[in-house]
């Protein structure tokens, strides 16, 4: 069974930092694509950023410059580095892994708050 566990939210000042990670698990083949989405609440669960297994990336336009994605393919784990945070930028964050051939697979999400 895969399983992709999050890790690295929480509670931050505006201006402030943080790094989600997030490791996926429970199989032997590496994701096609991992990636970050998030949910504000009263909102739609959005895109963050996603990476291929080859490296391309994609960014949610409002993100680009402050939110930089990145994975380690040897260890199936995925990373957001998140600069500048804004309270619009709270939000429980999800990381997403799709797999050829047997589809998307999602974490539990971490809660990041950020504070005024």
């Known amino acids: 069974q895969v399983q992709l566990v999050e890790s690295g939210g929480g509670s931050v000042q505006a201006g402030g930092s943080l790094r989600l990670s997030c490791v996926a698990s429970g199989t032997g083949a590496s994701p096609i694509a991992m990636g970050w989405y998030r949910q504000a609440p009263g909102k739609q ?3 963050v950023a996603t990476m291929s297994v080859g490296g391309s990336t994609n960014y949610a336009d409002s993100l680009k410059g402050r939110f930089t994605i990145s994975r380690d ?7 957001l580095q998140m600069n500048s945070l804004k309270p619009e ?3 429980v964050y999800y990381c997403k892994g ?3 051939g ?3 697979y999602w ?3 971490t809660q990041v708050t950020v504070s005024s």
């Open 89 to 91: 930028d709270t939000a």
């Open 98 to 100: 799709t797999w050829w």
């Open 45 to 47: 669960r959005e895109l």
């Open 102 to 104: 047997s589809g998307d």
């Open 73 to 79: 393919n040897a260890k199936n784990t995925v990373y």
């Open 107 to 109: 974490g539990q999400g």
